[in-house]
């Protein structure tokens, strides 16, 4: 990018509060979007426990053998560890000084607000707020958390797609690995074409259109397009972690099913509670579940309750963090630095 190109492009003060699942929204009433979405959670949570059979649901619960649900929560709060990493290799190269542990902290209380607040980005606006004091500081902060979704979607995309297409072809490992590098591959080349070409993108649309505001967030990675490689590669991490987590919460019932199933299921129905349809997910993923394993021969009532115990870990998760804000609720005071040009 050349040296007089203006990185800093106007955006408005409600950019980190928006995004592209709300702004068709904007003309409904602000207490409509969370109104809509209970009503839709208890559609499904109506939808998913009709005919389930309550005394088969309940004996699995309480037969739940603790130490692979131990195991689960474990690994699904170490994956939220990882992900606070990711986040910090985001952050830190253009200009947040803080420690990773810093991140990590940040992290999980934004956990802990997307668990206790209807909106899907209430957590995202928390961190950034929590991440800079100042108005400027808080605006590249919504820049490295829509980053850091934006990779951890995309890993969802590799596994599942990987997964699918071993299941589907009944590929062998290394012919799924071979798969879901070229899917990787492709990923990473994307984020490299798009993120060089940003600049030339926002050009195309007229200043004050509401996709060129909110894609100006990603312009300081266009000087650190590598940021985002290594990004893909921490999401891969804590995909990947998700799956084992689920997986680990599964045996605690009883149910034994290779990874590659897992890798399959748990990042479709990742992909779909990232859509802002119920709150939490609730609903979705235990209905998921039920769709996605009753093929392999997983009856309705062990789906149900593997998506309550991965729920559950949710909460726990989202529980740390709120232990952790009530710990540190004070804002960060270290200035921001801007990432010079050398650091490409």
Same mark, same amino acid.
């Given at each position: 990018?050349?040296?007089?190109?203006?990185?800093?492009?106007?955006?408005?003060?409600?950019?980190?509060?928006?995004?592209?699942?709300?702004?068709?929204?904007? !003309?409904?009433?602000?207490?409509?979007?969370?109104?809509?979405?209970?009503?839709?959670?208890?559609?499904?949570?109506?939808?998913?426990?009709?005919?389930?059979?309550?005394?088969?649901?309940?004996?699995?619960?309480?037969?739940?053998?603790?130490?692979?649900?131990?195991?689960?929560?474990?690994?699904?709060?170490?994956?939220?560890?990882?992900?606070?990493?990711?986040?910090?290799?985001?952050?830190?190269?253009?200009?947040?000084?803080?420690?990773?542990?810093?991140?990590?902290?940040?992290?999980?209380?934004?956990?802990?607000?997307?668990?206790?607040?209807?909106?899907?980005?209430?957590?995202?606006?928390?961190?950034?707020?929590?991440?800079?004091?100042?108005?400027?500081?808080?605006?590249?902060?919504?820049?490295?958390?829509?980053?850091?979704?934006?990779?951890?979607?995309?890993?969802?995309?590799?596994?599942?797609?990987?997964?699918?297409?071993?299941?589907?072809?009944?590929l062998a490992t290394l012919a799924t690995l071979a798969v879901g590098l070229l899917l990787l591959a492709g990923v990473l080349l994307f984020f490299r074409l798009t993120i060089g070409s940003l600049d030339h993108l926002?050009?195309?649309?007229?200043?004050?259109? +509401?996709?060129?505001?909110?894609?100006?967030?990603?312009?300081?990675?266009?000087?650190?397009?590598?940021?985002?490689?290594?990004?893909?590669?921490?999401?891969?991490?804590?995909?990947?972690?998700?799956?084992?987590?689920?997986?680990?919460?599964?045996?605690?019932?009883?149910?034994?099913?290779?990874?590659?199933? !897992?890798?399959?299921?748990?990042?479709?129905?990742?992909?779909?509670?990232?859509?802002?349809?119920?709150?939490?997910?609730?609903?979705?993923?235990?209905?998921?579940?039920?769709?996605?394993?009753?093929?392999?021969?997983?009856?309705?009532?062990?789906?149900?309750?593997?998506?309550?115990?991965?729920?559950?870990?949710?909460?726990?998760?989202?529980?740390?963090?709120?232990?952790?804000?009530?710990?540190? +609720?004070?804002?960060?005071?270290?200035?921001?630095?801007?990432?010079?040009?050398?650091?490409?």
């Amino acid at each position: 990018m050349p040296a007089n190109v203006d990185r800093s492009p106007a955006i408005p003060a409600d950019a980190t509060r928006s995004s592209p699942s709300t702004a068709g929204l904007r !003309w409904l009433p602000r207490w409509a979007a969370p109104l809509l979405r209970l009503l839709a959670t208890l559609i499904l949570i109506t939808l998913v426990l009709r005919g389930v059979d309550w005394n088969s649901l309940l004996g699995l619960l309480e037969a739940l053998d603790w130490r692979w649900c131990v195991s689960g929560l474990a690994t699904a709060v170490g994956i939220q560890v990882v992900a606070g990493i990711r986040w910090s290799s985001l952050a830190r190269p253009i200009g947040f000084n803080h420690g990773t542990g810093f991140f990590v902290w940040r992290f999980f209380e934004g956990l802990f607000f997307n668990l206790c607040l209807p909106s899907s980005i209430g957590g995202d606006v928390i961190k950034a707020y929590r991440l800079a004091d100042t108005t400027r500081g808080r605006l590249l902060a919504g820049c490295t958390i829509f980053a850091d979704r934006l990779t951890g979607v995309s890993a969802l995309g590799v596994l599942a797609g990987a997964a699918l297409l071993a299941i589907e072809f009944e590929l062998a490992t290394l012919a799924t690995l071979a798969v879901g590098l070229l899917l990787l591959a492709g990923v990473l080349l994307f984020f490299r074409l798009t993120i060089g070409s940003l600049d030339h993108l926002l050009e195309l649309l007229p200043a004050s259109h +509401r996709l060129r505001q909110f894609l100006a967030q990603l312009l300081p990675y266009q000087l650190r397009p590598s940021l985002m490689s290594r990004a893909v590669g921490w999401s891969m991490i804590v995909q990947a972690g998700a799956s084992i987590s689920v997986a680990l919460l599964a045996r605690g019932i009883g149910v034994q099913l290779s990874l590659g199933i !897992w890798f399959s299921v748990v990042p479709l129905i990742a992909l779909a509670m990232v859509l802002p349809i119920s709150i939490n997910g609730v609903g979705l993923r235990e209905g998921g579940m039920a769709l996605l394993l009753g093929p392999w021969g997983v009856a309705r009532e062990q789906a149900i309750a593997i998506g309550l115990l991965w729920f559950f870990a949710t909460i726990v998760t989202g529980l740390i963090g709120g232990v952790l804000f009530l710990l540190d +609720r004070q804002p960060p005071a270290t200035p921001i630095t801007t990432a010079s040009a050398s650091d490409q």
